[in-house]
């Protein structure tokens, strides 16, 4: 299983792979959206992305319609860690194509829920 | 608007839970002393949520997030630690907050607050490892302008 985490803070990048690792999963990281579309191109399908919301460049939902609008990514599992957990933008979240959610900070068992709702890891 | 004590309870917790050490509030510590980031709030309230921190407390915590020895880290992974505890900070506060509002990008507080900023609503120190921390809310008498 491979993973793609996406954050502007190093720490955080750090904090999600070690996470992910401890999950099961192969890690690379990106340091915004625009990046992370070009480690997509790079690496290939990755079995899911966590892209943080607020980052400089291209954030974390114009990353999310950017990929929900290519073809080749359809159905590509991703997620995003906000620190504004609010019911509105976890909507707007949704709206734009995440498929779930993670507050920071993130937390080993909700990064394990967040895997098992969609289904990467055993519940 | 917003209560002291839960600010208290909400700084303890998730600088628990990111730094991995406890803090606790102390009122007499010294609010700034070293380092600090701002994170402005925009929407139903606006505003800058400050999170300053003694020096030698904020290498620790960067230490502690990158996973090196205190003496190795860099103002770079500093900055990044503190911005990034500020971001947190700043993002579960808003919730303390009435309206919808967003968080914008962290910001190193160099000479003084954004000239945006108005008074000091709220203010609460801390100690850790026996090191102080602050983290302080400035409402904006005006709107702030996108970009901020």
Known sequence: MRALVVDDSRAMRLLLEQLLRQAGFEVTDAGDGGEALAQLGRMGRPDVVLVDWNMPGMDGLAFVRAVRAEAAYAGLPLVLVTAEDDAARVADARAAGADAHIAKPPTPQALLQALQQLALVAG | ?148
């Open chain 2, 1 to 148: 608007m917003i209560e002291r004590d839960d600010v208290c309870r909400l700084v303890e917790h998730v600088w628990g839970l990111v730094v991995g050490l406890g803090a606790e509030a102390a009122p007499d510590a010294p609010g700034e002393t070293g380092p600090a980031m701002h994170v402005p709030v925009r929407g139903a309230w606006e505003g800058y949520v400050v999170v300053s921190c003694d020096r030698e407390l904020a290498r620790l915590a960067a230490a502690r997030l990158f996973g090196v020895a205190s003496k190795t880290v860099t103002d770079d992974q500093t900055n990044d630690a503190l911005g990034e505890l500020t971001n947190i900070i700043g993002g579960n506060l808003k919730g303390l907050l009435p309206g919808s509002s967003s968080l914008g990008l962290p910001g190193v507080v160099t000479a003084g607050l954004p000239a945006a900023a108005g008074p000091c609503l709220a203010h609460a120190a801390f100690r850790c490892e026996g090191l102080p921390f602050a983290v302080a809310l400035f409402g904006c008498p005006a709107p702030l302008a996108a970009g901020t």
